[in-house]
T-cell receptor, first 119, second 115 residues
């Protein structure tokens, strides 16, 4: 069975600090995708990044960066120079690649990390 | 392009009543998913439609939950009769056909409160 663990329930930082959100996953599949979603106060889940299990290159997008390490089954997310607008709940998720053979199926989510950035 | 929409945004009902949640996926998205987040816990998968067919309903908690997707467009999730433990936020997501990308596009959720 698949499992995603986000050990940090809540993180509070002051604006301009760097912050890293941890994500550890378990799966028996050799092919899978990892995701990060952001849930702002408005409630919808906003897609941030998708990472293929065969691609361990780190990725940077503006102030956001992701560190995928297959050896430790981790997919951590770092926000550099945090801003108040980054305050949200962040979810890490893992896909089930075997649904019907034609499309990726269900996502397994972590418990979410509440990030609060204070001015 | 319109995103995934869900109706209603909030619903408060008494235990034993029936509630129907609706999800309109992004046009052209064959895959439609229902998820639920209860009491600040993780978001849990309920079921997955490919067009009008149920691909995976392994996450449906019990037979009080009935999901339909007639015609392969919008979907409804009916809870009958509702119990206290059904309270939570119900999310719908959709994705295009094929497995080229994998990410799912989520709606804003329906917050269900059962009193």
């Amino acid at each position: 069975a698949q499992k995603v663990t986000q050990a940090q329930t809540e993180i509070s930082v002051v604006e301009k600090e760097d912050v890293t959100l941890d994500c550890v996953y378990e799966t028996r599949d050799t092919t899978y995708y990892l995701f990060w979603y952001k849930q702002p106060p408005s409630g919808e889940l906003v897609f941030l990044i998708r990472r293929n299990s065969f691609d361990e290159q780190n990725e940077i997008s503006g102030r956001y960066s992701w560190n995928f390490q297959k050896s430790t089954s981790s997919f951590n997310f770092t926000i550099t120079a945090s801003q108040v607008v980054d305050s949200a709940v962040y979810f890490c998720a893992l896909s089930d690649p075997n649904a019907g053979g034609t499309s990726y199926g269900k996502l397994t989510f972590g418990q979410g990390t509440i990030l609060t950035v204070h001015p | 392009e319109a995103g995934v929409t869900q109706f209603p945004s909030h619903s408060v009902i008494e235990k034993g009543q029936t509630v129907t949640l609706r999800c309109d996926p992004i046009s052209g998205h064959d895959n439609l998913y229902w998820y639920r987040r209860v009491m600040g816990k993780e978001i849990k998968f309920l079921l997955h439609f490919v067009k009008e067919s149920k691909q995976d309903e392994s996450g449906m908690p019990n037979n009080r939950f009935l999901a339909e997707r007639t015609g392969g467009t919008y979907s409804t999730l009916k809870v009958q009769p509702a119990e206290l433990e059904d309270s939570g936020v119900y999310f719908c997501a959709s994705s295009p056909p094929g497995r080229s990308r994998g990410e799912q596009f989520f709606g804003p959720g329906t917050r269900l409160t059962v009193l």
